[in-house]
């Protein structure tokens, strides 16, 4: 069994956010098994909650004291109506499941200002995952915990196909986000070549032969979803002129290898390079959380194409960021967007992470196997005590 490590409130009432698949209701029973569970994928507990939210007290005993866990929340947003007069009232403790905000924000629905934080819930990071990481195989399938812990390949591939296939249908068609879910499926597989890069919501419109407007609507529905991120830039203090755009990431590489299409004009080695990327961008998210490190994440990208991929900003620190799926170093070229930040901001650390083995430290610099990164070595040299 894998302990996943997120940290949570014990007194006080949380949402857990999190796209499908990455495990929620597994923890849930995991940790909570004696609790009450209402779950909202359930069609009759669907139907009875969604024509009378104020029955949820129907569920809970009277003298119930522990948790209230209410799965897939976003469904019947009226229902935190209810959870927030039985917080006022009784005094319960609740947890908030759900693999979408949309719907909740397009509805008002009442978010419980102050009386329950937020918490995300991640695919499987490699610090939970411990010896059981294998690079290769999170390059391959992702780290969605039904992909990754496949028996084969193959199975991953069509877990992560059918996985599309139901957000299509179920969060998409069903929600009637879209009006064309035909534009939206070739929405996807044109978002996916933008993955990694900085963001060009025209080029990706015109790929796909919808409309900008359509397509700016497109992404903001898989950010909702929480199947997809931008990055924004970091520009604090800039000394150059930047670019003002974001990157956009899907949230899984397996995800990623899933949407890309693939043929003789596609290079693997790209969509590789592309991968491990993902994978470091979910690792520092993850971690980042789990930790409780507090950390902004950003980018760095001057007019003259100079970029550093990840940037780190917080009260526990500034670090800097380059990954290059090669276990070659160039160190001339490989460094020298490192270099240009460092010029900057002298008061950042700064790593390039790669695929070979041997550690170096170059000046103000340090080149370290990305595989530091993945077993917890590079996050103990940052991460405060106590954590």
């Known amino acids: 069994m894998i302990s996943r490590s997120i940290k949570h409130p014990e007194q006080t009432s949380f949402f857990l956010f999190g796209p499908r698949g990455t495990g929620k209701s597994t923890w849930l029973k995991q940790e909570f098994p004696a609790d009450v569970l209402v779950d909202c994928l359930d069609d009759s507990v669907f139907r009875r909650l969604l024509a009378h939210p104020e029955r949820l007290s129907d569920w809970i ?10 799965d897939e929340v976003q469904r019947i947003p009226a229902v935190l109506n209810e959870v ?21 924000r397009r509805e008002t629905a009442n978010l419980l200002a102050g009386r329950a934080i937020r918490k995300e819930m991640h695919p499987l990071s490699a610090i939970e995952l411990k010896s059981d990481f294998h690079l290769d195989r999170a390059l391959n399938r992702g780290l969605l915990p039904q992909a990754y812990l496949a028996d084969s390949d193959a199975l991953a591939r069509s877990y992560l196909e059918s996985y599309l296939a139901t957000y299509l249908k179920e969060e998409v068609q069903e929600e009637r986000l879209v009006r064309r879910l035909d534009d939206f499926a070739r929405f996807l597989e044109a978002a996916s070549y933008s ?6 919501v025209s080029r990706v419109a015109e790929d796909c032969s919808i409309g900008r407007k359509a397509a700016e609507g497109y992404f903001e529905i898989l950010i909702d979803l929480l199947i997809a991120h931008r990055l924004p830039i970091f520009s604090r203090r800039a000394k150059r002129k930047l670019i003002r755009h974001e990157k956009f990431y899907f949230f899984d590489a397996g995800v990623f290898r899933a949407l890309r299409p693939r043929g003789p004009l596609d290079s693997e080695a790209e969509i590789n390079g592309l991968a491990l990327e993902t994978l470091v961008f979910q ?34 620190g500034f670090h800097a960021i380059e990954i290059k799926a090669s276990a070659r170093l160039r160190e001339t070229e490989d460094l020298r967007d490192l270099k240009a930040f460092l010029q900057d901001y002298p008061e950042a650390s700064a790593t390039l992470f790669y695929l070979g083995q041997q550690t170096m430290h170059l000046g103000a610099m340090t080149v370290r196997p990305v595989q530091d990164l993945f077993d917890g070595t590079w996050w103990s040299s940052i991460a405060p005590a106590g954590n």
């Open 61 to 70: 005993p009277p003298a119930h004291t522990g948790w209230v866990i209410i």
């Open 84 to 104: 927030h007069r039985l917080i006022e009232g009784r005094g319960l403790k609740f947890i908030l499941t759900g693999s979408s905000a949309r719907k909740l």
């Open 195 to 200: 993955q990694g890069a900085v963001l060009n």
């Open 283 to 316: 690792e520092l998210r993850a971690v980042n959380d789990a930790l409780e490190l507090g950390y902004q994440l950003y980018f760095w990208r001057t007019h003259q194409q100079q970029e550093v991929d990840f940037v780190l900003y917080g009260r526990q």
